[in-house]
T-cell receptor, first 116, second 115 residues
Framework: AQSVTQPDIHITVSEGASLELRCNYS??????LFWYVQSPGQGLQLLLK??????LVQGIKGFEAEFKRSQSSFNLRKPTVHWSDAAEYFCAVGAYSGAGSYQLTFGKGTKLSVIP | AAGVIQSPRHLIKEKRETATLKCYPIPRHDTVYWYQQGPGQDPQFLISFYEKMQSDKGSIPDRFSAQQFSDYHSELNMSSLELGDSALYFCASSLELAGGHYEQYFGPGTRLTVT
C-alpha cells in the first residue's frame, strides 16, 4: 500500500524568504504525486502534479516541486513566500484503485505560518 | 471555471440521526470520490464511483452508503450518527486525461457536526 510522509508538522518562515516543504512517499510503481493547499475551513486546491517526464514541475501561485526517484521525495518549493501563502499543505500519492478511480493517499500535512 | 459543488456546507445533527450530503461534480468528470477529514487530520478516502458504478471502497463505515445518479451527482448517506463522525466531508471529481493522467478537484466540503 502507498504512504506519504511529511516530516514537518509546522514551519514558520518570514515573508520574502524561500520555502521548502518536504514529502517522502512509498509506492511500488511509478507514482502519481500531488501537492494540495488548504486554507482554514476551506477545500483542497491543487497546486501541482507529477505524472512522468520532467522531474521539475511548475504549479500555480509560483510553486514548484521536484521529483527525485532515488530519494522517494517530492519536495515543494517557493522562492519568495507571501503572507497569503499561510495555509496547510498536503502531499499526496495517487494509485489506480479500480475502474476509472485513482485513490489519493495524503500525508499528515505541514502547516505553514508566515511572519511579517 | 465550474467547480465541484457540495451541499449543504454546514450540517448539525444529533447522535443516532441520519444525514445526506450531496455532491455535484465538474461537468464531464466521470469519477466522484468522497473523503473524510477529521479535526487536524489528513483526508481519508471513503468511496469512489465511476460512470455511476462503485469503483473503490476505502475506510467507509457500514453505517454509510453512497451512490452516483444518472446526472453524475452523488450522495453520501450517513445513518446512526456518532460523535466521531464530526468531520469535514469532501467530494472530489476527476476526468482521465490523455496518457492515463488525471486530476482530482475538490469541492469546498461539508462540515458535519454531531452533538
Amino acid at each position: 500500500a502507498q504512504s506519504v510522509t511529511q516530516p514537518d508538522i509546522h514551519i514558520t518562515v518570514s515573508e520574502g524568504a524561500s520555502l521548502e516543504l518536504r514529502c517522502n512517499y512509498s509506492y511500488g510503481a511509478t507514482p502519481y504525486l500531488f501537492w494540495y493547499v488548504q486554507s482554514p475551513g476551506q477545500g483542497l486546491q491543487l497546486l501541482l502534479k507529477y505524472f512522468s517526464g520532467d522531474t521539475l514541475v511548475q504549479g500555480i501561485k509560483g510553486f514548484e516541486a521536484e521529483f527525485k526517484r532515488s530519494q522517494s521525495s517530492f519536495n515543494l518549493r517557493k522562492p519568495t513566500v507571501h503572507w497569503s501563502d499561510a495555509a496547510e499543505y498536503f502531499c499526496a500519492v495517487g494509485a489506480y484503485s479500480g475502474a476509472g478511480s485513482y485513490q489519493l493517499t495524503f500525508g499528515k500535512g505541514t502547516k505553514l505560518s508566515v511572519i511579517p | 471555471a465550474a467547480g465541484v459543488i457540495q451541499s449543504p456546507r454546514h450540517l448539525i445533527k444529533e447522535k443516532r440521526e441520519t444525514a445526506t450530503l450531496k455532491c455535484y461534480p465538474i461537468p464531464r468528470h466521470d469519477t466522484v470520490y468522497w473523503y473524510q477529514q477529521g479535526p487536524g487530520q489528513d483526508p481519508q478516502f471513503l468511496i469512489s464511483f465511476y460512470e455511476k458504478m462503485q469503483s473503490d471502497k476505502g475506510s467507509i463505515p457500514d453505517r454509510f452508503s453512497a451512490q452516483q445518479f444518472s446526472d453524475y451527482h452523488s450522495e453520501l448517506n450517513m445513518s446512526s450518527l456518532e460523535l466521531g463522525d464530526s468531520a469535514l466531508y469532501f467530494c472530489a471529481s476527476s476526468l482521465e486525461l490523455a496518457g492515463g493522467h488525471y486530476e482530482q478537484y475538490f469541492g469546498p466540503g461539508t462540515r458535519l457536526t454531531v452533538t
